[in-house]
């Protein structure tokens, strides 16, 4: 059974740069299939942030591009995001999951990041 | 960037009945690119449905898809009372993956 679980800081400051981990297991990364970050702002709907595939090519939302970074260590099986320049507006709970080519088949708990001073 | 829309906002119904749900995209998706997921309060979405109509692994056959071009739908043959959740679209166009608003399905 596919799992993955989200990590990192739940309280970032304005300006600094948001980092969270997935971990994953019951799968192994280098094995192939996509990974991807989606965000969603308390009682609101689901954003794609951007995905990985385990070679390190990525592909990001054009709105997020930016700020955005996502790598993948095979060695740990695990794939980072971060996001920079934060503001309020990137409160939100960030889920990882785990991206066929068109739809997102396992995903994460979620993590709620909040971004205040 | 296509934009999906979906219709209710929120849908009024009771165990037992059927429930349908719309989504609508701006401009025409392929039928293997659109996806279907359950959010219940607290919880991570579900897969429910891709490629329009072919359900996930574990998804009874009550929850069923159709659609094509910019016009798809979700329908929930007999309600349970575990259905009652907020349900997303999802599409997947030139690399770029987005989400409806949601349409909350409540009792």
């Given at each position: 059974q596919v799992q993955l679980q989200e990590s990192g800081p739940g309280l970032v400051k304005p300006s600094e740069t948001l980092s969270l981990t997935c971990a994953v297991s019951g799968y192994s990364i280098s094995s192939g299939y996509y990974w991807g970050w989606i965000r969603q702002p308390p009682g609101k709907g689901l954003e794609w942030i951007g995905s990985i595939y385990h070679s390190g090519s990525t592909y990001f939302n054009p709105s997020l591009k930016s700020r955005v970074t996502i790598s993948v260590d095979t060695s740990k099986n695990q794939f980072s995001l971060k996001l920079s320049?934060?503001?309020?507006?990137?409160?939100a709970v960030y889920y990882c999951a785990r991206q066929q080519l068109t739809h997102f088949d396992y995903w994460g708990q979620g993590t709620l990041v909040t971004v205040s001073s | 960037e296509i934009v999906l829309t979906q219709s209710p906002g929120t849908l009024s119904l009771s165990p037992g009945e059927r429930a349908t749900l719309s989504c609508r995209a701006s401009q025409s998706v392929s039928s293997s690119y659109l996806a279907w997921y359950q959010q219940k309060p607290g919880q991570s979405p579900r897969l429910l449905i891709?490629?329009?109509?072919s359900r996930a692994?574990?998804?009874?056959?009550?929850f069923s898809g159709s659609g094509s071009g910019t016009d798809f739908t979700l329908t929930i043959s007999r309600l349970e009372p575990e259905d009652f959740a907020v349900y997303y679209c999802q599409q997947c166009f030139s690399s770029s993956y987005t989400f409806g608003q949601g349409t909350k399905l409540e009792i």
């Open positions: 320049s934060v503001t309020a507006a990137d409160t | 891709y490629g329009a109509s692994t574990g998804i009874p056959d009550r």
